[in-house]
């Protein structure tokens, strides 16, 4: 009966122990950017190891005096998703839900605006999320 007792204390604590790490653990990085011509609103977030981008929300007017709007999810500096918004009707929205990156220790947000007169692409939106490793559940021994 002892042991039944300290077996089901153990479990306990390893499950308590889990818990508290994801919740101590658990952090976001979420803003937006608007001009004339485009909106962005982003949604990143980390817990439990892993990366994952919640919401990423893009509209580009038509007829924008650009030649396109580069969005990119990189994962340790490694692009993991890129997707290109032109000014014209039907290519022109992208809205992403819940894209997971496991394993990554850097999630980033980047989006550029190629303008129409060929020069050098501007980076609108540089946002990132550091992700800490759930620790084991022995940590609080």
Request: glycine share 8%; net charge negative.
């Amino acid at each position: 009966m002892q042991i039944a007792k300290r077996l089901l204390l153990l479990w306990s604590l390893a499950a308590l122990a889990g818990c508290l790490s994801f919740s101590f653990h658990d952090n976001r990085s979420s803003g937006s950017y608007e001009d004339d011509d485009l909106r962005v609103s982003w949604d990143l977030r980390r817990g439990g190891g892993d990366a994952r981008v919640r919401r990423i929300d893009a509209l580009l007017e038509p007829g924008a005096a650009v030649q396109e709007v580069e969005i990119l999810v990189l994962a340790d500096e490694v692009e993991v998703e890129r997707w290109l918004l032109r000014p014209v009707e039907g290519e022109n929205r992208r809205r992403v839900r819940n894209l997971r990156v496991p394993g990554a220790s850097e999630i980033r947000l980047q989006v550029l605006v190629v303008p129409t007169d060929g020069s050098d692409a501007d980076l609108v939106v540089d946002a990132g999320l550091t992700v800490v490793a759930t620790p084991p559940a022995d940590v609080f021994k």
